[in-house]
């Protein structure tokens, strides 16, 4: 299943289908922290997730993550929409 998510008539905001560089930000940010155990992570926006997965697997489980998102909307959506469809 695929996800959009945009502006009418100014393209895609968001897309679950092509998410490399969102990947690369969560890997490549988290790549000289990642063996240790006290390391501590923001991540400045949800979206729909990919940062933080692609953090997540980067680190060490004792590792600390905060996700920073100004709209609960976001949030809500991740965990109903997008969680139902990642089961």
Avoid: Q, Y
């Amino acid at each position: 299943m695929n996800f959009l998510s945009g502006f009418r008539g100014r393209g895609d905001l968001m897309n679950s289908r092509t998410h490399g560089s969102e990947d690369a930000l969560g890997s490549l940010a988290c790549a000289r922290c990642c063996s240790s155990d006290s390391a501590k992570v923001l991540v400045g926006g949800l979206g729909m997730g990919f940062t933080l997965a692609a953090a997540l697997g980067s680190l060490r489980e004792a590792a600390r993550v905060v996700v920073a998102e100004l709209v609960p909307g976001v949030e809500k959506w991740n965990r109903d929409v997008l969680g139902r469809c990642s089961r």
